[in-house]
């Protein structure tokens, strides 16, 4: 890829990021916690464009922060989205030439899981550093969003499957 392609997708795929983030969230009654469909955009976009998706996990929360939270940018969401974007998208590259088997799905699936984990727990301590939140608060609803974003993603992988097979 060329680098004005490169900025193209990590355009594109912010942009939809976003709209899927703000558009298509489900409420499930846990705080703020919601099925947030932006994450499926950022498993196509690591498993389709590798490394790349970190700036669309990042870029896409800061602007979904930035303009429409009313409690301003959320630093620790956005190096979740970062983490997220390095880890999955460095692994996926294995898995981005076509069609997935059930061996690579499980594999993905556990990377999906891992760096889920680890980006929520780089959230928590960022959050409860910045907003003098105690450890031991934030971490249940943390362990929450960690199971949900999970799902969501790993819901992404046949959807990434799929577009990899139309290549």
């Given at each position: ?121 780089i959230k928590t301590v960022i ?41």
């Amino acid at each position: 890829m060329n680098k004005t392609k490169d900025i193209a997708i990590i355009g594109v795929m912010t942009a939809l990021y976003v709209v899927f983030s703000l558009t298509l969230k489900i409420p499930m009654g846990v705080g703020a916690i919601a099925l947030d469909l932006g994450y499926i955009v950022l498993t196509i976009a690591c498993m389709r464009y590798g490394w790349l998706g970190l700036f669309v996990g990042g870029i896409g929360a800061f602007l979904e922060s930035l303009l429409f939270s009313a409690y301003g940018i959320s630093y620790g969401w956005i190096a979740m989205n970062v983490i997220i974007g390095v880890l999955c998208g460095l692994f996926f590259t294995r898995f981005n030439k076509g069609k997935l088997n059930l061996k690579a799905y499980l594999i993905c699936g556990v990377v999906i899981v891992v760096s889920v984990f680890i980006g929520a727990a780089i959230k928590t301590v960022i959050e409860c550093y910045l907003y003098s939140i105690p450890l031991l608060v934030k971490i249940p609803k943390s362990l929450v969003a960690w199971g949900i974003d999970s799902v969501v993603m790993i819901i992404g992988l046949p959807i990434a499957s799929k577009l990899n097979e139309r290549r």
